[in-house]
T-cell receptor, first 116, second 113 residues
Framework: AQSVTQLGSHVSVSEGALVLLRCNYS??????LFWYVQYPNQGLQLLLK??????LVKGINGFEAEFKKSETSFHLTKPSAHMSDAAEYFC??????????????FGKGTLLTVNP | GAGVSQSPSNKVTEKGKDVELRCDPI?????LYWYRQSLGQGLEFLIY????????KSGLPSDRFSAERTGGSVSTLTIQRTQQEDSAVYLC???????????FGPGTRLLVL
């Protein structure tokens, strides 16, 4: 079984400031981890993913995330926030084996607000 | 994009009516997922189809919900006797080429009055 906890349902930063969105997971099997972004009135878009290999993964729009097994974390960061980053961000986990492990388990989401 | 269309994009219905939601993927995808996004429950898995195998229905919230996928292509999600708590965005997702990632369609926004 998997679960995801996103700390902070709402994060507010100033334009140009560091963005840090926290995600912790629980998984009984080795996980694949994902961040999705949902812009206002739009669908879910994949931001980045960790499957195997390098634990620091880079995504679109300057975002990156680091898989830390010892901390069961997959926090999302961006050095400098842009106004266009305002959106809701979802962390998700799934198992790497087949069958029902393919289903994604999502966190509750973090709404990012960027202030001018 | 995900290479999947969903219809209708919006649906308003009255409590107690049945609704049918459609997911139409591009060809060649043997796997297909349904999720829903609601204010109360967030994003949650509903059902998973993989080829000719029995679908994983473990996420369906009640027996009012059913889904089928005929011919390995189009899938329909049917909700019988809709309730107000069924109001949500229903999302269809397809796997990426390596099967690791899921890409989501635009969704159907269902409002039950």
């Amino acid at each position: 079984a998997q679960s995801v906890t996103q700390l902070g349902s709402h994060v507010s930063v100033s334009e140009g400031a560091l963005v840090l969105l926290r995600c912790n997971y629980s998984s009984s099997v080795p996980p694949y981890l994902f961040w999705y972004v949902q812009y206002p009135n739009q669908g879910l878009q994949l931001l980045l993913k960790y499957t195997t290999g390098a634990t620091l993964v880079k995504g679109i729009n300057g975002f990156e995330a680091e898989f830390k097994k010892s901390e069961t974390s997959f926090h999302l960061t961006k050095p400098s926030a842009h106004m266009s980053d305002a959106a809701e961000y979802f962390c998700a986990v799934r198992g790497i084996s087949g069958g029902s492990n393919y289903k994604l388990t999502f966190g509750k989401g973090t709404l990012l607000t960027v202030n001018p | 994009g995900a290479g999947v269309s969903q219809s209708p994009s919006n649906k308003v219905t009255e409590k107690g009516k049945d609704v049918e939601l459609r997911c139409d993927p591009i060809s060649g995808h043997t796997a297909l997922y349904w999720y829903r996004q609601s204010l109360g429950q967030g994003l949650e898995f509903l059902i998973y189809f993989q080829g000719n195998s029995a679908p994983d229905k473990s996420g369906l919230p009640s027996d009012r919900f059913s889904a089928e996928r005929t011919g390995g292509s189009v899938s329909t999600l049917t909700i019988q006797r809709t309730q107000q708590e069924d109001s949500a965005v229903y999302l269809c997702a397809l796997p990426g080429r390596a099967g690791e990632t899921q890409y989501f369609g635009p969704g159907t926004r269902l409002l039950v009055l």
